[in-house]
Structures are given as structure tokens and as C-alpha cells.
């Protein structure tokens, strides 16, 4: 399969750098904050299980958003939809003032749930309209060029994570055996540094959020072309036509599984990688590696779309997850950890080929499939709580908890396969 067609004409570049930018700013937010499971577990001594409710709350904003971000986009604009998304986006993080000063986890909780309000509004938005943005043809390609600068921003978000924000906790200090100092300490030097590292937390958030209004002025006096955009789209009418379409139904199962995946590799990898032994800093300096490697392959594989379908390269870099999960689960040590960051290569392509086969051809259903898809990212929600739930186990039959639980993993990359596969055989 070959195409002489430009992935972005010339008319549609600063709208495309624009819009672009998006996916760098929210892949900060999903990055810095995926670390904090493990911070949250730690200063406020609660359980895996407890502390995954970060994710829970992070990506269930995206479950409750999504629908009506789609019906706004649908009664007023792409463009309107990207100024609240921003404004949501904001004050989600300066809600993490309060968080902070109040001590309260589940005021933390609260932040997030708005914060990523604002990024289903985005995300149900600029993806699509990225795929609009010139021929058909070459969709699936410019999304996935769009799309490689949300790991960008992720990449700072990890940075900001290790070298900001873990390295900065008291609660993580160790002592010469390696065990953590914080639990031995009275009541009163724990209130004391609780207060400290919460602050520690807090303070990059409040940076974004003053970025994001940057943003926000920014897009709000530029001029954006409303190519893709459809009035008067009855939402059931495009409900029910959605459901008629084998290939978008199964996408959306198959989105639901690939954000879990993604979300369980990058969060539990500091806790693999605790059970070595190794500090949450450092830890999270593999976390880097991991996203490095992403980033990589999110470039080759767009590249490799040029000559390969994109179908049968879903299947295959499947395929390489199902591999890589399986050193990760059997393979104890050092080569365990190397598995788990040589996931990442293989996760590369998912999200954005996953939402391109999924829309292709849907037409005047854009909207409403897209916010279908992004919806799906409430897998990030659910499967996270469940695999901190089997790492406070300790061990799973012979092996630690930590290794047993990249099972969840392993099945996700089994349906994004058999979705691949299924594709790229029957529904081309």
C-alpha cells in the first residue's frame, strides 16, 4: 500500500501545529500524574489498590465527558469545544491548591476528575478534527504524526515527575538496608513532611494550569478552518449507526483494552521496579527509557505505514506486547524490568490506528464515534485498581505479585490482536 498524497497540506499547517500542540499538553498530564499512584501510596500510607484511584478518577473524567463534549461539538464547534476543554483543564490543576492545603486524598481525587473533564473535551475534539484536516487517504497517518507528540509531552511529564517531584519526597528516603525511613516515624514528623511533599506535588500542576491558559488565549484569537464539522447530526441517528458498524464496536473494545495496557505498564512499572529494590526517582527514570522508546516507534511505525497496512501492523506490534509481557511476567530481576520497558516499542501505534480503522468511513458520525473511542479510555479507570489489588497480594503462586500481575497486560494484548487481525482480514 503506497500514497503520493501529503499528510498535511500547506492551508491547514498552523491549525495542525495548533491542535498538535494539544496532544502534547494533555500527554504531560496523563504522565506526570500516572507516578503519583506510588507518591499518594507512600505520603499518605494507604494501599496500591487505594492509591490506584488516581487512575480511577483521572480516566473516569474521560467516561463521563466524552458524550457531552461530542454533543457540544455538534451544537456549537470544534473550536468552542477546544476553549472549554482548556478552561476545565485548568482549573482542574489550580484545584490542586486547595488539595494540597487541606491534606484530603479524595480532594485530590476531585481536581483530577475536573482536570480530565477538560481533556475529554479535547481529546473527543482534536482527534478528529486532526483526521480532517486533508484527505482521507492519509488520515490514519496524520493522526499518528499528531499523535507522536503526545508522548513529547509525556516525556516532560515523567521529567517532572522524577526529577521534581519523586526525587523531591522526604516520605522516600530509604535508609542503608533499603527500606523506607517514613513508616518508623511519630505522628508529628510524618504531618510534617506530609505537608512538605503534598506542597511538592502540588506546585507543578499549578505551573500547568498557567500554561494551559496560555493556550487557551492563544487558540481563542486564531482563526480555525471548520473542516469536518457537520451540523444538525441527530446524536441517536449516529448512535444507531454506530452499533450497525461491526468495525467501530469492536474498536471500541479493542481502545478500551489498549488504554489499560498502556496505563498498567507505565503506572506499576515504579512498583516492579521498587520490588528490586530500586527508589521511586529512579525507578521513574526507566518509566523515561520506556516512553523514549515509544516515542521512537511511534516515528518508525508512521513511517512504516507508507509501505505496511495498518492493520496488520496493529496485528503484529500485538503480538510484540503479548512477548514482551510474557518476559515480564516470568522472568524475574533486572531482564524482567528490560521486558516491561520493550512493551512500550510495541504500544507505539495502537491508540491512534485503533481510532483510525475504527472511523474510517463513518463520515457525518465522526463526532459521536470519536467521543465512543475516547470514552474507551475509561480502561485506564478499571483494570489499574484491579492490578494494584494483585501486587497487595505479595505473591501470586512463585512469583511476586509485582510480576503476576502483567497478566492484565498480556490479555489486552490478545484483543487488540484478534481486533487487528480481524481488520485486516474481513473489513478491508
Known sequence: MTTNSKIVEK??????????????????????????????????????????????????????????????????????????????????????????????????????????????FLETTANPYILSLGSEETATRRLNLAQAFNPMGSLLGMFVASQVILKSLQSDIRNEAG???????????????????????????????????????????????????????????????????????????????????????WTFIIQYAENLGIDKSTAQLYNIVAMGIFLSSRFISTFLMKYVNARKLLMLFAFGGMATTTGTIVIEGMVGLYFLIATSAFMSLMFPTIYGIALEGIGKDATLGSAGLVMAIVGGALMPPLQGAIIDMGTVGPLPAENASFVLPFISFVVISMYGYRSYKFMK
Not at 19 to 25: D, E
Open 11 to 120: 492551508k491547514y499547517l498552523v491549525p495542525f501545529i495548533l491542535i498538535t500542540s494539544l496532544f502534547a499538553l494533555w500527554g504531560f498530564a496523563n504522565d506526570i500524574t500516572n507516578p503519583m499512584v506510588a507518591a499518594f501510596k507512600t505520603v499518605m500510607e494507604m494501599s496500591n489498590a487505594r492509591a490506584s484511584l488516581i487512575q480511577f478518577a483521572f480516566y473516569g473524567g474521560y467516561a463521563t465527558m466524552a458524550i457531552p463534549a461530542a454533543l457540544f461539538v455538534q451544537r456549537f464547534s470544534y473550536k468552542k469545544a477546544i476553549l472549554l476543554g482548556l478552561t476545565l483543564y485548568a482549573i482542574g490543576t489550580l484545584l490542586f491548591w486547595p488539595a494540597a492545603k487541606y491534606e484530603v486524598f479524595e480532594f485530590f481525587l476531585i481536581a483530577l476528575y475536573i482536570l480530565t473533564f477538560g481533556l475529554a
Open 179 to 265: 527500606a523506607l525511613v517514613f513508616p518508623t516515624l511519630d505522628e508529628a514528623s510524618k504531618a510534617a513532611i506530609r505537608t512538605q511533599d503534598l506542597a511538592v506535588i502540588r506546585d507543578p500542576y499549578l505551573i500547568l494550569g498557567l500554561v494551559v491558559l496560555i493556550m487557551l488565549v492563544i487558540i481563542a484569537f486564531t482563526k480555525m478552518p471548520r473542516t469536518g464539522h457537520v451540523d444538525h447530526i441527530h446524536p441517536m441517528q449516529s448512535f444507531r449507526n454506530l452499533m450497525k458498524n461491526r468495525r467501530y464496536r469492536e474498536g471500541v473494545v479493542a481502545q478500551i483494552f489498549y488504554v489499560a495496557a498502556q496505563i498498567m505498564c
